[in-house]
């Protein structure tokens, strides 16, 4: 006969052996760590990655398709400004050229070939830019 009783469940593991669910203490060292409850643990991010400026004050514009199975994107790097303000400038691009795009590692990527929109944007944002590459 089933009792109504509730326990908690370290008490019904302390019933059953002794056996616990406590993980044990990781080294400060350790920059990875493996549990049996939910695998791989990542170690947090403690910075977030921000646009590194060019000397010379100008945005590099470049069109890309290497590793990209011939599809190409427009990337914008030089953009000195925080990921959050990245991301804004990235969605008003992807707006205004009804496109989709990413910010990865502080560059903007918007896919497809929208060279006269890209460049008329920053231009009314107020950034200086040159094409980069061939």
Same mark, same amino acid.
Request: charged content about 30%.
């Given at each position: 006969?089933?009792?109504?009783?509730?326990?908690?469940?370290?008490?019904?593991? /302390? /019933?059953?052996? %002794? /056996?616990?669910?406590?993980?044990?203490?990781?080294?400060?060292?350790?920059? *990875?760590?493996?549990?049996?409850?939910?695998?791989?643990?990542?170690?947090?991010?403690?910075?977030? !990655?921000?646009?590194?400026?060019?000397?010379?004050?100008? *945005?590099?514009?470049?069109?890309?398709?290497?590793?990209?199975?011939?599809?190409?994107?427009?990337?914008?790097?030089?953009?000195? $400004?925080? $990921?959050?303000?990245?991301?804004?400038?990235?969605? *008003?691009?992807?707006?205004?050229?009804?496109?989709?795009?990413?910010?990865?590692? %502080?560059?903007? $990527?918007?896919? %497809?070939?929208?060279? $006269?929109?890209?460049?008329?944007?920053?231009?009314? *944002?107020?950034?200086?830019?040159?094409? !980069? %590459?061939?």
């Amino acid at each position: 006969m089933m009792s109504s009783k509730k326990i908690s469940l370290a008490d019904w593991q /302390q /019933q059953l052996g %002794g /056996q616990s669910t406590a993980k044990p203490a990781t080294p400060a060292g350790d920059s *990875l760590v493996y549990s049996t409850d939910s695998g791989r643990i990542d170690a947090p991010k403690t910075e977030k !990655s921000t646009g590194q400026a060019f000397a010379d004050g100008f *945005l590099r514009l470049k069109r890309e398709t290497k590793g990209r199975n011939g599809k190409g994107v427009i990337t914008i790097a030089g953009i000195a $400004e925080p $990921e959050e303000k990245l991301n804004e400038i990235a969605a *008003l691009l992807k707006k205004k050229c009804g496109c989709g795009g990413a910010v990865k590692d %502080g560059i903007i $990527e918007i896919q %497809g070939d929208k060279r $006269e929109v890209i460049q008329q944007e920053l231009t009314k *944002l107020g950034y200086k830019h040159k094409w !980069s %590459g061939g």
